[in-house]
Nanobody, 124 residues
Framework: QLVESGGGSVQAGGSLRLSCVVP???????????MGWFRQAPGMEREFVAA????????YYADSVKGRFTISRVMTESTLHLEMNMLKPEDTAVYYC????????????????WGQGTQVTVSS
């Protein structure tokens, strides 16, 4: 079970930082382990936000967040982060942490392991 934190309410133009802790070090020890973030707004389908290869550090972003969001990981803490800057009302959604073995499983629509979700609300 992935454990997320860091959601909240902020005005447009503000910033938030999401975190996701991966339980156990064995989970992240495989070379092709990858993680990412997805979001789902009310009445909308879940959409990909960002992904990172755990070993390589290679990052991938949805066009809608490029230049504003940064995905990163702290390997020693088995923790994933999403730094969100210049937030817009359209960023309002429940954000989910996601993990699997293989970056294409993340960027292709979501891997096997999910967090419980954390609400991000951006007011205009």
């Amino acid at each position: 079970q992935l454990v997320e934190s860091g959601g909240g309410s902020v005005q447009a133009g503000g910033s938030l930082r999401l975190s996701c802790v991966v339980p156990g070090r064995t989970f992240v020890s495989y070379a092709n382990f990858a993680m990412g973030w997805f979001r789902q707004a009310p009445g909308m389908e879940r959409e990909f936000v960002a992904a990172i290869g755990w070993s390589s550090g290679d990052t991938y972003y949805a066009d809608s967040v490029k230049g504003r969001f940064t995905i990163s990981r702290v390997m020693t803490e088995s923790t994933l982060h999403l730094e969100m800057n210049m937030l817009k009302p359209e960023d309002t959604a429940v954000y989910y942490c996601n993990a699997d073995y293989g970056i294409l499983r993340i960027t292709g629509g979501g891997g096997m392991y999910w967090g419980q979700g954390t609400q991000v609300t951006v007011s205009s």
